[in-house]
């Protein structure tokens, strides 16, 4: 799957394109959770995301994932008035936060493996660097990296 957005008006004047759920939390207490209706990254980002997956025989697969992101500085905490007030492409701001990410992640499940219980064994890898470009400056600058290991195994009844 390949998806590009561009903007798309998320916050506008006297419209509110953000949701706001609140989940309840251990006794009385309220955890709220904020969301862009539509887009996950709001409207001020440009994202590319290539998805491809193989399949092998016996219950396997493998999965590539490559993602790129472009964001500027309109988020959930931007007043209407200031997200009105950029008439501008798509990221907005002086500086554009970049993402890039790298998933590699497999999967093998065994089905009956212990009895009637089958067995599904997860495994990822991600690669994740971002970087800050100054457009007054055109410079890149604040290289940051990361990698995440993700392991999971399931027994299914």
């Not at 008006?9 to 394109?17: A, I």
């Amino acid at each position: 799957m390949k998806e590009i957005v561009y903007s798309a008006m998320y916050r506008r004047k006297n419209v509110d394109f953000i949701t706001f759920q609140q989940y309840h939390g251990n006794d009385t207490s309220f955890i709220t959770h904020i969301d862009y209706l539509g887009f996950e990254y709001g409207r001020d980002a440009q994202v590319l995301q290539l998805d491809m997956v193989y399949r092998l025989p016996k219950n396997r697969n493998i999965a590539l994932q490559l993602f790129y992101m472009r964001h500027g500085e309109v988020d959930f905490l931007t007043s209407h008035a200031d997200a009105n007030s950029h008439t501008g492409a798509t990221p907005s701001g002086d500086i554009v936060a970049e993402t890039y990410k790298v998933s590699i992640s497999g999967e093998y499940s065994i089905d009956n493996g212990i009895s009637f219980v089958d067995i599904r064994i997860w495994a990822n890898q991600n690669l994740i660097g971002m970087r800050d470009y100054t457009k007054s400056t055109r410079r890149y600058n604040d290289l940051r990296s990361d990698t995440q290991h993700t392991l999971r195994f399931s027994l299914i009844i």
